[in-house]
Nanobody, 124 residues
């Protein structure tokens, strides 16, 4: 069992940067593929980024590629999402998730554990 707790969300202006974090419980964090998803009001939860167990491979949605960076620190059981050049359309609740097998990382159904989310609001 893994428990995930996100933090670092907030209200920023367009063009600003923000880093959200996800702290995981348990000793097996380093075995999981980790992902970030987001959900805006009235929209489906969508894939943002993922990172494999070692941090050596990552994947991004086209909408954030070049602006967002996912990273992890296995010694701290934490995964990060650094968001640069934020836009109003990035406004959403951001969720981190853990995948045991690391398959279908762009699909929310490929993840086994979820955090409660952190709100990111970007004003224009």
């Amino acid at each position: 069992q893994v428990q995930l707790v996100e933090s670092g969300g907030g209200l920023v202006q367009a063009g600003d940067s923000l880093r959200v974090s996800c702290a995981a419980s348990g000793r097996t964090f380093s075995l999981y593929t980790m992902g970030w998803f987001r959900q805006a009001p009235g929209k489906e939860r969508e894939f943002v980024a993922s990172i494999n167990w070692s941090g050596g491979s990552s994947d991004y949605a086209d909408s954030v590629k070049g602006r967002f960076a996912i990273s992890r620190d296995n010694a701290k059981n934490t995964v990060y999402l650094k968001m640069n050049s934020l836009k109003p359309e990035d406004t959403a609740v951001y969720y981190c998730a853990a995948s045991i097998y690391g398959d279908y990382v762009r699909n929310r159904h490929g993840y086994d554990y979820w955090g409660q989310g952190t709100q990111v609001t970007v004003s224009s």
